[in-house]
Structure formats: C-alpha cells, structure tokens
Nanobody, 122 residues
Framework: QVQLVESGGGLVQPGGSLTLSCAASGSIFSIYNMDWYRQAPGKQREMVAGISSGGRATYADSVKGRFIISRISPKNTVTLQMTSLKFEDTAVYYC????????????????WGQGTQVTVDS
C-alpha cells in the first residue's frame, strides 16, 4: 500500500533549473533508500541520484555538480534540484523507494512512482 507521487516536471530552457519532488505515503514503517531514475525514449532507465536513510547521497557521473538530492524524512519526501540543465537531461524521471511496510509482518517493499516528464529545449 506504499505509494510514490512525483511532481515538478515541465519544460525548461538549456542552462535553466528545475526541482522535482517525490512524496511517499501509505503503510510505511521505514524507508531505507529513495532514488531518482530517468529514462529517455529508446534508452534504458538509469539511476540519477540516490539517498540513504542516513543521508548518504550518490550521483551518476553525468549529473555530478549539477543535481542535488535531498530528503525530508518527517514528510517522507525526496527532492531533486536540477541546475545547468542540458538537452540530454530530457527524460521521464521516476522516483523509487524501498523499506519496510507498516503491516503486521513488516514486509519489505520496493515501489516506483508514475514518472514526471522533464523536457530541456530552447
């Protein structure tokens, strides 16, 4: 019953900035990791950035220095601040989370959001 909802996608000019947000809700006991992936048409889905429950962040080489992932634990929310955007950043961006459900068995879960479109164009 854990769900993720992304928001913040849209059209932005090259060199511009955009911030994505992903909110988790439902029967959540804990969230271990929250990650951002992206997938461009005809290409494989790739990991962009991730952040652990302890706040450790990792980034793909292609976005280092340009993107910042942040986690707001009380709201079960992760954001992705994107700056200096390039044409090649155009993709559908997906949020991913894994952790333990707040059911009686504390079942582990892996859940994906529906995706939000980011288009970088002049």
């Amino acid at each position: 019953q854990v769900q993720l909802v992304e928001s913040g996608g849209g059209l932005v000019q090259p060199g511009g900035s955009l911030t994505l947000s992903c909110a988790a809700s439902g029967s959540i006991f804990s969230i271990y990791n929250m990650d951002w992936y992206r997938q461009a048409p005809g290409k494989q889905r790739e990991m962009v950035a991730g952040i652990s429950s302890g706040g450790r962040a990792t980034y793909a080489d292609s976005v280092k220095g340009r993107f910042i992932i942040s986690r707001i634990s009380p709201k079960n929310t992760v954001t992705l601040q994107m700056t200096s955007l390039k044409f090649e950043d155009t993709a559908v961006y997906y949020c991913n989370a894994d952790g333990l459900s707040a059911d009686h068995a504390f079942s582990p879960y892996v859940v994906w959001g529906q995706g939000t479109q980011v288009t970088v164009d002049s």
